[in-house]
T-cell receptor
Framework: ETGVTQTPRHLVMGMTNKKSLKCEQHLGHNAMYWYKQSAKKPLELMFVYNFKEQTENNSVPSRFSPECPNSSHLFLHLHTLQPEDSALYLC????????????FGPGTRLTVL | GQSLEQPSEVTAVEGAIVQINCTYQTSGFYGLSWYQQHDGGAPTFLSYNALDGLEETGRFSSFLSRSDSYGYLLLQELQMKDSASYFCAVRVYGQNFVFGPGTRLSVLP
């Protein structure tokens, strides 16, 4: 049971494709996050938004482009990805940046061919 | 930079008690969190220690010692459904969460 939904759950794309990942939270939170989870590696924070404003970009390549139209929705636009970008992409939200708890969505399993 | 270390795997039997350690090298942080993630699932929050000491939530307890740069998650009366990966995470001053590499717990019958 989660108040954070992500679509699609699985995505296969070629290196020349353009696709978008969507995240929606139904918890009334103000902060939203994108994480990358690769096999055998820790969760990597990619982007942080607070009240729709980007507050952090963890040196993420420009082929990943986030968008946050409002506090409930978060997108990750993908273009010209590399095979090493294949991973589980997780969205999370919290009640402000000081929130001690993050609520995660189920993730999108991305495979880049 | 900031880094957290956890054992990669732990195995225990049903009904036992297991402790998953987390050591860290980081500058000031607000607190230490623990998350559980089942295969194919999303990480879910388990506990948070803002202060040194023990926090108890049912079968799970978490401990923090800032002076020792160390924390742990204690799982009691293990059940098969506790088989999952467990991540520690710190919220670093001026930054967001930094996660440990995760510990895979296998509970055997």
């Amino acid at each position: 049971e989660t108040g954070v939904t992500q679509t699609p759950r699985h995505l296969v794309m070629g290196m020349t494709n353009k696709k978008s990942l969507k995240c929606e939270q139904h918890l009334g939170h103000n902060a939203m996050y994108w994480y990358k989870q690769s096999a055998k590696k820790p969760l990597e924070l990619m982007f942080v938004y607070n009240f729709k404003e980007q507050t952090e970009n963890n040196s993420v390549p420009s082929r990943f482009s986030p968008e946050c139209p409002n506090s409930s929705h978060l997108f990750l636009h993908l273009h010209t990805l590399q095979p090493e970008d294949s991973a589980l992409y997780l969205c999370a939200s919290s009640q402000g940046l000081a929130g001690e708890t993050q609520y995660f969505g189920p993730g999108t399993r991305l495979t880049v061919l | 930079g900031q880094s957290l270390e956890q054992p990669s795997e732990v195995t225990a039997v049903e009904g036992a008690i297991v402790q998953i350690n987390c050591t860290y090298q980081t500058s000031g942080f607000y607190g230490l969190s623990w998350y559980q993630q089942h295969d194919g699932g999303a990480p879910t929050f388990l506990s948070y220690n803002a202060l040194d000491g023990l926090e108890e939530t049912g079968r799970f307890s978490s401990f923090l010692s800032r002076s020792d740069s160390y924390g742990y998650l204690l799982l009691q009366e293990l059940q098969m459904k506790d088989s999952a990966s467990y991540f520690c995470a710190v919220r670093v001053y001026g930054q967001n969460f930094v996660f440990g590499p995760g510990t895979r717990l296998s509970v055997l019958p």
